[in-house]
């Protein structure tokens, strides 16, 4: 630690303590200065520093305020994982008798259609490595995609 840290840490440190640090209340258990909510944590994202209720989201109330570059994190965050859970459900749904076809059938992005065909050849070479079967079982699922794939492309007609 630095000199500074140090005649901090020696100001709060009491010898006969278990845990060697004594902290002042307000540091154990911070209070929101708008509307005294008690059950709230500082929590560091990055750089910045913000707090959170007990389940982990972030606290908020009229009078305190998340910094920008947090809301923005938190929403790319939250951006990617429902791009996830959208990318899970398709797939699931894919691996139904005739799911691909019926995946096809309704509106999917050429993104959501390049990761489900990306999934669909990691699962063909897993489930190959895995099994005796190997990749028969799945080119006819793999090839509509590709096709798919290819007409929107404008490579086929």
């Given at each position: 630690m630095g000199d500074i840290a140090d005649m901090d840490a020696d100001r709060y440190w009491d010898g006969f303590d278990e845990d060697f640090y004594s902290y002042p209340d307000y540091i154990k258990h911070?209070?929101?200065?708008?509307?005294?909510?008690?059950?709230?944590?500082?929590?560091?994202?990055k750089t910045k520093w913000f707090l959170v209720n007990d389940n982990g989201a972030p606290h908020r109330c009229g009078k305190y305020e998340l910094p920008v570059e947090v809301l923005k994190e938190l929403a790319i965050e939250n951006f990617k994982k429902q791009k996830t859970l959208i990318s899970d459900k398709?797939?699931?749904?894919?691996?139904?008798?005739?799911?691909?076809?019926?995946?096809?059938?309704?509106?999917?992005?050429?993104?959501?259609?390049?990761?489900?065909?990306?999934?669909?050849?990691?699962?063909?070479?897993?489930?190959?490595?895995?099994?005796?079967?190997?990749?028969?079982?799945?080119?006819?699922?793999?090839?509509?995609l590709k096709q798919e794939l290819l007409k929107r492309l404008k490579y086929v007609e």
């Open positions: 911070p209070k929101c200065k708008g509307c005294g909510t008690k059950h709230i944590r500082w929590e560091k994202f398709i797939f699931k749904k894919s691996l139904s008798y005739n799911g691909v076809q019926k995946v096809l059938d309704k509106f999917l992005t050429n993104e959501q259609l390049l990761d489900l065909y990306t999934r669909w050849l990691n699962y063909a070479a897993n489930d190959a490595a895995h099994n005796s079967r190997g990749w028969r079982i799945y080119d006819k699922k793999i090839d509509e």
